[in-house]
Structures are given as C-alpha cells and as structure tokens.
C-alpha cells in the first residue's frame, strides 16, 4: 500500500517549524528521528542538510518510507525497531554520535487512519493495535484478562474514572473483535449521548493502546538512549500528546539538567547528583491557533528540547537486550 493509500487526511507533521528550530540543523550534521511514521520530520531535517537515521518499529512504514527515499532521494536512512535501542540501531551502522534527537511519541497518524490496524474507532476495524503488528492484540488482551486488570490499565493508561465499570461491560460483552464493538461497549457502560464533547472511548482506546506496546516504559528508555547518544551540544526534541507522556519528559529533563529543588532541612538529600547532563530545558511549546486551524490533531501537542552538556559523568550503561525488545508490557 502506498504511502497515502487508505489515508482519510494529508499527514501533517505536529509543530514542524518548532522542532527544526529547536534542533538547530547544520548542514552535514547526524540526526535521529525516533518514529519515522510518515516521514514528515526526517525528510525536513534531510532538507536542512542533515544525515537522517530514522527509526520505527512498524513495519509498514519502514515499507513504505523506503519506497518514498528511492523517490525523492533524501539522505535519510531507515532502520527498523524500537527507538529505545537507537544506541543499538545507529552502532550496526557505525554511528556513535548524533547533534540531534527527535522524538515524537504516540500513534501516528498513518497508523490511525488505517480501520484495519485497530487503533481508532472513528472506522469500524478489527482489535489490533499493535505498532509493530507481532505479538498480543487488543482483542487476545481484553477477551483473556482478568476483569481487574483491565480496569487497572484503563485507570491508570487512560485515566479513566470509572474504569471498574468499563471492565465489568467489556468482560460481559466478550468475546470482542471489532473497533465499533469495543467503542460501543464503552459508551453504553459510561452513558455517552451523541452531543457530548468527547467520546468516553478516546481514554480506554488510548489505555489499551499504550499497554500492548509499552509506550511509557520505551519513552523512558529512549529518553536514556538518547542522552547517551547526543554529542555535546546535541539537542533533544520531544513532542508528546497526553500528559502521561509530557509528564515523563518534564520529569526526565528536569532531573538531567539539575533543575530539580535540592534537598532542605526536612528532606535532605540522599546522595550526590550526578552532573547535569542538559542544559536548563527551554519552555514547553504548544501550536498556535494558526496550526490548530490547519491541523487539529496537534491540539494536545507539547514540544520539550534541551541541550547536551560536555560529558561530565559517566555514560548511562546500555540495558541489557532482553529489556531492549519492543513487546516489553508496560
């Protein structure tokens, strides 16, 4: 399937003038675009002048993004896996050292506009929802857990209020199959009406989605992998789209950076911290009115960068492989 084959919308890439601002290319420079998706980003930094690598784990787009490379000859090379193992990926191809960093995390929109790969319950589709399309599916999840897990990964993935509830109906509706089935279980349990704001199943699609492939714990692992990555005065580039997933990067840049309160009289500190390994973090960005007008999926959008400092403490040690694989559960 070509690249806008089965595609309801022209993909737009999220806050694309903020993230090449922020990564500052050169001409010549190394960059990694830790989900290729459809590509947006890697082939702007390609036309700044940068060697891209550029990483998925979806197969698809890892098909697909060859096909457009061969067309619009971009210095972009693709390699498939989990961005996590960037530090892997990037060393099979002699590459030690990179000025820059972008990650954009979450589903893509290629992903979501496809009913049959079972993200979105816009199109009626089968229960999927695997980015690399191995391993358990939504359905083999919600029709072989236990009630109370279910209910816990809704709460605590998608923070869902009344997650208990929710099980309870998907567990008596099993077995499911299909993306409208599952919305419409959501919506009888929470008692959407058609007029409301915001349909109730965006958080449990959201949970279920994030659970299967592990999206948090990888966003904390690429976050590593890419501080040991970066030269000194490499920039990182994150953009995230709920607060689970900003809330890691806050937390991860102010911590690397030394921004974090130190310790007081009634908390003193347990331990040295290790050097800074970022510069103070600058300020979050979010899209204009203009961007949202013209795109309104970068509404939850949030941009974090930073700068490396020189290497001043020890590298972060690689994880060993058996954390390294992309159907690590979150």
Known sequence: MSAAAG???PHIPVLIDEVL???????????????????????????????????????DAIAEGRERIARDGDDITLLQGPFSAMRDLLGGAGVTQVSGVTLDIGVSSMQLDRADRGFSFQTDGPLDMRMSRSGMTAADFLNGAAEEEIADILYLYGE?????????????????????????VVRRALGHKPHDKKDPATRV?????IHLNGELDELERGLEAAEALLAPGGRLAVVTFHSLE?????????????????????RPEAAPAPAPA?????KAVRPS???????????SATLRSA???????????????????EEKPA
Do not use: C, W
């Open 21 to 59: 601002a922020a990564l500052a290319i050169r001409p010549g420079e190394v960059h990694v675009d830790g989900t290729y998706g459809a590509g947006g980003y890697s082939h702007a930094m390609a036309g700044q002048g940068a060697r891209v690598y550029a990483i998925d784990r979806d197969p």
């Open 278 to 282: 970022f510069a103070k973090p600058a």
């Open 205 to 209: 699609f959201q949970a279920i989605r």
């Open 289 to 299: 009115a203009t961007e949202l007008a013209r795109n309104p999926r970068a509404r």
């Open 7 to 9: 595609q309801a919308a």
């Open 246 to 266: 900003d809330r890691i990067v806050k937390q991860f840049l102010r911590r690397r950076s030394g921004s974090e309160g130190g310790g007081s009289r009634h």
């Open 307 to 325: 700068v490396r400092l020189p290497l001043s403490h020890p590298a972060i040690a690689p994880r060993p492989a058996s954390q390294a694989t």
């Open 160 to 184: 869902e209020p009344r997650s208990r509830r929710v099980a309870r109906a998907i567990v008596a509706a099993r077995p499911l199959a299909r993306t409208a089935e599952l919305a419409q």
